[in-house]
């Protein structure tokens, strides 16, 4: 490989050269031998990746430490006059979010949704983009032309030689964590229906970094460089991979037990969307249960995390813990045993011993005059939320109502308004409140959920198409959400009717 200098790499001076470079590169890209890639898992690195972190790294996105290749990328970047440039670093400082990790993350949205080199185009439509992804969908004309200014092509046939050897190092350790997963559930190898897992490996990020995302029936996971392989997370999103479709496949079986839903809405230091799909929340309880059995913690540790993800708001982990000690000693399938255990969950029994648990409190900071607004807002939402689990709709409307007030534009209050008027029968209002949503939301499970209720509300009103347009952009994030998925396979296959159905 050559050695970067202050313009990156020298391309060779011989055409000769050049080609056997070349031919090299390419054979070097073909898929790995390895059974880490075997069925419909794989770890690979992509050019529309490259391609748009190349440019936002020429346009400002972290100048700093990063690995090696990011380092003569930039270089090579910073020796060539691409006009472009200036309009491009104006768009990704217009761009910018404070926090790192979601400035990153949309950017590797927009990439994961891109098509091949040169033209990127969208694989769906613009409007159908989840919100992070369609805040920064205005860079593809701009990468569409950094690409042939910069000569990416060239730039990546040579920056490529680092990404095989990344991917060289997760090969081996990847393929050992798929089996002992696929062994310690028992599912065979390569039996996911179509779906995919895809591991990039992505070197022009900051290190450190990972991004998991779901679309469609892909799941994806993004990891930049870091010291110690990113094992664990691999494989925490390859058990959402396979355990995920159980969940969506038995929901009337785990709704057996959703009066817990209302004790896991206590836990203050729980994500909100565990609170709002308790399917999600059976599913990772199940995973974190699944970790700490394959891990083969000594007792005292594994009772000691049991404990602090009880704490957390993953009220069933210890119940999962226990009942795979009985998986262990049979020989079914985890998809086979799935609806065995979910049935098994006895909710007095459950209700009995999570009454002993003293939740935690989330992580804060110091307190300020604008955090404690935040706090009061905080409780009005979770108020609302709660009053719409129990179909308190009044109650609701008037927590939502005092958001509102605070803060028009609050995603979570409009949507709760948008709820509660779908559930109380007002479906011009409702249909108001889902629209503004929209327009401000960025929270995948809200954004889904909007475009079931107005695909619903079409239904209602006898609009099939429209109905089954706002069903199929749902479709992209729903996968992020059993509940959701559910909702949009019924609305696909059938017409809403005009019955209540539970809020999500």
Excluded at 71 to 90: Q, T
Aim: net charge negative; proline share 7%.
């Amino acid at each position: 490989m050559q050695t970067p200098n202050a313009r990156g790499w020298r391309s060779p001076t011989e055409p000769l050269i050049r080609i056997a470079a070349m031919l090299l590169v390419s054979v070097l890209l073909l898929p790995l031998p390895s059974q880490a890639q075997q069925g419909k898992v794989l770890v690979e690195s992509s050019q529309q990746l490259f391609s748009v972190l190349a440019a936002i790294n020429d346009a400002g996105y972290d100048p700093g430490a990063g690995d090696k290749a990011r380092s003569a990328v930039r270089a090579d970047l910073a020796g060539k006059n691409i006009p472009v440039l200036p309009e491009l670093r104006k768009f990704y400082e217009s761009h910018r979010v404070a926090d790192p990790g979601r400035n990153l993350g949309q950017y590797i949205s927009l990439a994961l949704l891109l098509g091949p080199p040169p033209d990127f185009k969208l694989s769906v439509a613009l409007a159908d983009l989840p919100p992070d992804a369609r805040n920064v969908a205005g860079l593809v004309p701009l990468l569409q032309l950094f690409y042939k200014q910069a000569d990416l092509a060239d730039l990546w046939a040579r920056a490529s030689v680092d990404f095989h050897t990344a991917i060289e190092r997760y090969s081996a350790p990847v393929r050992r964590s798929i089996e002992l997963t696929d062994a310690y559930l028992r599912i065979p190898a390569g039996s996911y229906l179509g779906r995919t897992y895809t591991i990039y490996l992505d070197l022009l990020g900051a290190p450190n970094q990972v991004q998991a995302r779901i679309y469609g029936s892909n799941y994806y996971l993004v990891i930049t460089p870091s010291a110690d392989l990113r094992i664990h997370d691999i494989r925490h999103q390859y058990l959402h991979f396979l355990l995920d479709p159980m969940a969506v496949k038995y929901g009337p079986e785990i709704h057996h037990a959703i009066s817990l839903e209302a004790v896991a809405r206590k836990a203050p230091a729980l994500r909100n969307d565990f609170k709002e799909d308790f399917s999600l929340l059976v599913t990772e309880c199940l995973i974190r249960a699944v970790e700490l059995r394959m891990d083969k913690l000594p007792a005292p540790d594994a009772a000691k995390q049991i404990q602090q993800m009880t704490s957390t708001g993953f009220i069933l982990v210890p119940y999962f813990y226990d009942a795979l000690q009985e998986f262990e000693k049979q020989d079914a399938s985890m998809s086979v045993y799935y609806p065995q255990m979910i049935k098994g969950i006895n909710p007095a029994a459950e209700e009995i011993r999570l009454g002993k648990v003293k939740f935690a409190e989330p992580a804060t900071q110091a307190p300020t005059a604008a955090s404690s607004g935040r706090t009061v807002i905080q409780q009005l939402l979770d108020e609302g939320d709660n009053d719409i689990s129990s179909a308190n709709y009044d109650g609701a409307n008037a927590a939502f109502e005092q958001v509102l007030t605070k803060d028009p534009k609050n995603e979570r209050a409009l949507f709760g308004m948008a709820v509660v008027t779908s559930n109380t029968r007002k479906p011009d209002l409702a249909r108001k409140y889902f629209e503004e949503t929209l327009d401000v939301a960025t929270d995948l499970r809200i954004v889904t959920w909007c475009h079931i209720y107005l695909g619903r509300l079409d239904d209602i009103s006898g609009n099939r198409n429209q109905a089954l347009a706002q069903y199929r952009t749902a479709s992209l994030t729903a996968g992020h959400y059993p509940e959701a998925l559910r909702a949009v396979e019924a609305g696909l296959q059938e017409p809403f009717g005009l019955e209540v159905h539970p809020s999500p």
